[in-house]
């Protein structure tokens, strides 16, 4: 649901910002059968919606992001800076 809200214009009260990436990337946290799950994504540019990773938090660091799951946000957030550049920044202008 957070990420059609997103798509639109949006913000889904359940996302919250993805600390360390600066604005523009947000996160979902939902719970299923004891397990946290996440979602995070980034509505940094215009007219596009880039899902930058989703998986399930296991509590081995208690509440922490393991350090590999913050650095794939980190490489896909910097993929879909180049995609856009490529794709879609060009349709912009």
Do not use: C, I
């Not at 930058?52 to 913050?70: D, N, Q, W």
């Amino acid at each position: 649901m957070a990420l059609s809200v997103a798509q639109f214009g949006g913000k889904h009260p359940a996302a919250k910002p993805w600390h360390g990436q600066g604005p523009g990337v947000l996160e979902v946290v939902d719970d299923f059968r004891g397990d946290a799950y996440r979602a995070v994504y980034t509505v940094r540019f215009a007219g596009a919606v880039y899902v930058l990773h989703a998986f399930r938090k296991k509590s081995t660091m208690g509440v922490k992001t393991p350090k590999g799951e913050v650095e794939l946000v980190r490489d896909r957030l910097r993929a879909a800076r180049e995609d856009y550049e490529a794709r879609l920044a060009k349709q912009k202008n």
